[in-house]
């Protein structure tokens, strides 16, 4: 979500009821305003709304991780 700063280790996540995607937004914003360089990095984004997953996967293209229905989340998933 920003550049790469190799001295400093990014911040990693999990996006619970992610809707469209605020949380993440919110967070690079904030660390781009302060003194920090650090970068975030989204592990996995969950929410039970389709229609929200949909939307989070539009604004989010450039994500390696596929947004995930909560209601289909498997052991391996949660473990990973």
Same mark, same amino acid.
């Given at each position: 979500? !920003?550049? !790469? ?6 911040? !990693?996540?999990? +996006?619970?009821?992610? *809707?469209? *995607? *605020?949380? #993440?937004? @919110? ?6 305003? #302060?003194? #920090?360089?650090?970068?975030?990095? /989204?592990? @996995? @984004? ?10 989070? +996967? ?6 390696? +991780? /596929?947004?995930?229905?909560? +209601?289909?989340? #498997? ?5 990973e």
């Amino acid at each position: 979500m !920003t550049d !790469t700063y190799p001295d400093e280790e990014p911040i !990693t996540f999990v +996006e619970f009821y992610a *809707g469209v *995607g *605020g949380w #993440s937004m @919110a967070l690079a914003k904030a660390l781009r305003r #302060s003194a #920090s360089k650090r970068n975030v990095e /989204r592990l @996995a @984004a969950l929410d039970h709304s389709d229609i929200c997953l949909k939307v989070l +996967e539009h604004n989010s293209p450039s994500n390696k +991780e /596929r947004p995930i229905s909560i +209601e289909r989340l #498997s052991q391996k998933q949660v473990e990973e």
